[in-house]
């Protein structure tokens, strides 16, 4: 068992938890560039888990939630902090969280009604994941000097706010359509229980 979870792409993975904290306190100490190379190799360490994960049969369920832990610990403390240091409009925050939040609550809610829980990921929310971390990516190379955002700050703010918002819709759409496919089974098999 032991073999199984400490593998080397959950090692990456839990390195990846790690410099969570790291980029959090580098962007509040207003060190762009350390924050911009660690984001950036905690970013493409994802990739190179899931392909080590695969490419060595070492696919476990744990390495799958970690994953996603991973990955939503680094999108919201970068995206907060760089909010917090004004250099990411609240309204783009907001329409992230929000989509964030939806997703959870909407799995949380189909999970109490139908007793398990499948999520699929759609092309709109992989979209949106590498949206939001290209978004995370540019604002910090910006600050660091290592590339001129000017004029193209406000294009990206607002793609990825669309992106975030239709990718949400999505999911309430989702959820929704699961939550009456499950109701109607319960209350066709309740129907089959009278007869």
Request: charged share 15%.
């Amino acid at each position: 068992m032991s073999e199984r979870v400490f593998n080397l792409p959950n090692i990456i993975t839990l390195l990846r938890i790690a410099a969570v904290p790291v980029v959090g306190w580098l962007i509040l100490q207003q060190r762009w560039e350390a924050a911009c190379w660690l984001f950036l190799a905690a970013a493409v360490s994802d990739g190179i888990d899931g392909l080590l994960a695969r490419w060595l049969n070492q696919m476990t369920q744990l390495g799958a939630a970690l994953d996603t832990v991973a990955d939503k610990a680094l999108g919201v403390v970068t995206l907060v902090m760089l909010t917090q240091a004004g250099a990411i409009p609240l309204w783009v925050t907001l329409a992230i969280l929000l989509r964030d939040s939806v997703i959870v609550l909407g799995a949380l809610s189909y999970r109490g009604l139908a007793g398990h829980l499948e999520i699929h990921p759609t092309w709109l929310g992989k979209t949106h994941m590498f949206a939001e971390f290209s978004l995370l990516a540019l604002v910090l190379g910006g600050l660091a000097g290592l590339l001129a955002l000017d004029d193209w700050r406000l294009p990206l703010f607002v793609t990825v706010f669309v992106i975030a918002v239709a990718s949400g819709m999505q999911y309430v759409w989702i959820w929704g359509a699961k939550a009456r496919r499950e109701r109607g089974a319960a209350r066709l098999s309740h129907t089959d229980g009278l007869h």
